[in-house]
Structure formats: C-alpha cells, structure tokens
Nanobody, 123 residues
Framework: QEQLVESGGGSVPAGGSLRLSCATSTYRYSTKCLGWFRQAPGKEREWVADIYTSTNTTYYADSVKGRFTISQDNAKNTVYLQMHNLKSEDTAMYFC????????????????WGQGTQVTVSS
C-alpha cells in the first residue's frame, strides 16, 4: 500500500515562502500523477497543483500560478511544492495526493491521500 508523507508546513507572514515535501513509499513513482490539494476551515478541498511524474509536466490552479512551483526528485521519490509570495488566503491544510492516470487530478480520482500539513499565513 502506497503511503504519502507530507512535511514542511508552518506559519509565515504574508509575502513569505515555504516549501512542502511529499515523500512516497512506492517504487512505482514514475508512472502517476502526484500533487497537492488544500482545504481551509469551512471550505471545500481544492486542487492546487500536480505533476505527471513520467513526463515532468506540471499543472497549476489559477490562484497559485506564478507563485507556486511543483517539482520532483526521482532519486528521493519526493514531490515538492515551493510557495512564494504567500497570501492570507493560502492558509489551509495542504494534502499530498496520488492518482493513477493523467493530470490534473480531481477529487474523485485521487487514490491515495497524505495526512496533511498546515500552512498558516498571517497578514
């Protein structure tokens, strides 16, 4: 059973940066879509970004385009989400997600979820 383990969340002031990491436990790393969703209190979980690991093709929600960058390190079986120019509206629990098939992911086709890591941006 694949597992996804996130790390790197924290509290930063508006305009700051954070890098989230998602470590996968399976060698089938190169054949799927890996990415991030987030959920703020009282709101629905929303897709943020993902990467198709075999082609390195990336996808971003409009709300984060130009500020967030998703990348992968095949040697470490890890996906990263570098976040710059953070805004208060980026405050949420961020979840790593994995899906077999093409990107971008939707809630309905996510196969595996991580436990989440909290990002808090103070204005």
């Amino acid at each position: 059973q694949e597992q996804l383990v996130e790390s790197g969340g924290g509290s930063v002031p508006a305009g700051g940066s954070l890098r989230l990491s998602c470590a996968t436990s399976t060698y089938r790393y190169s054949t799927k879509c890996l990415g991030w969703f987030r959920q703020a209190p009282g709101k629905e979980r929303e897709w943020v970004a993902d990467i198709y690991t075999s082609t390195n093709t990336t996808y971003y929600a409009d709300s984060v385009k130009g500020r967030f960058t998703i990348s992968q390190d095949n040697a470490k079986n890890t996906v990263y989400l570098q976040m710059h120019n953070l805004k208060s509206e980026d405050t949420a629990m961020y979840f790593c997600a994995s899906a077999i098939g093409s990107c971008p992911m939707a809630l309905w086709n996510v196969g595996i979820w991580g436990q989440g890591t909290q990002v808090t941006v103070s204005s």
